[in-house]
């Protein structure tokens, strides 16, 4: 079940418009994921996912905006940015993701959280946290 948060429009044509998916992609028969994301200004809050749900919101970016999420999964607890650079996603994203991304792909997996992006329709991701 996808719980999408997307429409939006800048009113600015120069602004830049990004967008995170949180998909779950925990093991079959797993606990449910519960996830809570905010900004500043946006709080958006908590969400469940069962596997193969994906939480997807779009935004307008400013130099300093900011999304971070809470992730908690089976005794599990994570917590960290998922968008705060314009050009990687996360400024540790470099390495991760190509330059200019705009859509920043966070995967929830049972050995922690990867970031990717789709090249075409093929998802390319890359470990990010452990749990």
């Keep these: 079940m996808p719980y999408n948060i997307q429409s939006y429009d800048c009113?600015?044509?120069?602004?830049?418009?990004?967008?995170v998916h949180v998909l779950d992609n925990?093991?079959?028969?797993?606990?449910?994921?519960?996830?809570?994301c905010a900004s500043g200004?946006?709080?958006?809050?908590?969400?469940?996912?069962?596997?193969g749900d994906d939480f997807r919101w779009g935004f307008c970016a400013w130099t300093w905006t900011l999304y971070f999420c809470?992730?908690?999964?089976?005794?599990?607890?994570?917590?960290?940015?998922v968008f705060n650079d314009q050009h990687y996603c996360v400024h540790d994203g470099v390495n991760i993701v190509p330059k200019d991304t705009?859509?920043?792909?966070?995967?929830?997996?049972?050995?922690?959280?990867?970031?990717?992006?789709?090249?075409g329709d093929?998802?390319?991701?890359?470990?990010?946290?452990s749990w």
């Design 11 to 19: 009113g600015i044509p120069f602004l830049p418009k990004y967008s």
């Design 26 to 36: 925990l093991p079959p028969n797993s606990t449910d994921l519960k996830i809570h």
């Design 41 to 51: 200004d946006d709080d958006l809050g908590d969400k469940i996912l069962k596997v």
């Design 70 to 81: 809470h992730f908690w999964w089976d005794n599990k607890i994570l917590m960290f940015d």
């Design 102 to 119: 705009n859509e920043c792909i966070w995967q929830v997996k049972n050995d922690g959280i990867y970031l990717g992006y789709y090249d």
């Design 122 to 129: 093929k998802l390319n991701s890359q470990k990010y946290r």
